[in-house]
């Protein structure tokens, strides 16, 4: 296919600076696909991902310059961008290459605007994580869930309001009633155990791990912060909550089931 008959929006993200408050960010819309307000959603989404990457790693100075933003507007086209980047989800509607920093959102008339932009968000995160950790090991369960979290995002005036993805809950909450969900386990799946069981058992994986991010922001921010942050390069996830939860990871699963059973 002929890259004419391509109609994409490249997104260059301008970013040269330690990202706690220098924030330059430029559109390139040759096709005028994005509506001012999804511009309007997506320059305030950057921002506060930039703000809270920026806590969870104080000490690292990124550039975004190599980003390619890419909104493709046809499948076939979004499946070509994907190929040329070495990646192929023909069931997503958008992705992030670590190899080449590519990030490819699927938009077209039928994509009703929040789908749209919690993609984005969610891809977003999967961008700024990478771009902070580098070769680092990611548990599965945080790197989804983390970017499941985020893609929540709604826009209350000027703040940004996290909301609460019901479904999910209520997956979990099911899960528990049935006995069916192992948090000591599941926290220490590997990339390919967790895209099987959450492909295979209705987005089991994505649900537990929005719903762990989730109950750990609204318990202590700070906390999640710092939690998060050491998840970083540690093969373990118990072995960090043991450290850095109070009474270990076999206090934090009675908190979270408790807290899920309440919902």
Known sequence: MKNSSFYIVLFCLLLSVKLAAQENLKFIDNENLLTKKETACLEKAIQYEADFFNRLFLDKTVDLSAIKFTVA??????INVQAQAGALHAN?????????????VLKNKKSKSNGFLSTCYHE??????????????IPAWFNEGLAEY????????KKIVHRVNNYGVMRVKTLIELKDLNLSEFVEWNYQTFSQKSFTQEGYGYAAGYCMVLFLMQQNEERAITIFSNL?????????????YAGGFAQFEKDFIAYIESK
């Open 92 to 104: 997503a509607s958008g992705f992030f290459s670590s190899r080449d920093s590519t990030l490819v």
């Open 124 to 137: 977003l995160s999967h961008a700024f994580l990478h771009l902070h950790v580098g070769d680092k090991y």
């Open 232 to 244: 970083i390069g540690a093969r373990s996830t118990k072995e960090v909550f043991d450290r850095r």
């Open 73 to 78: 507007t046809g499948f076939m086209e979004f």
């Open 150 to 157: 985020l893609d929540q995002m709604t826009f209350d005036k």
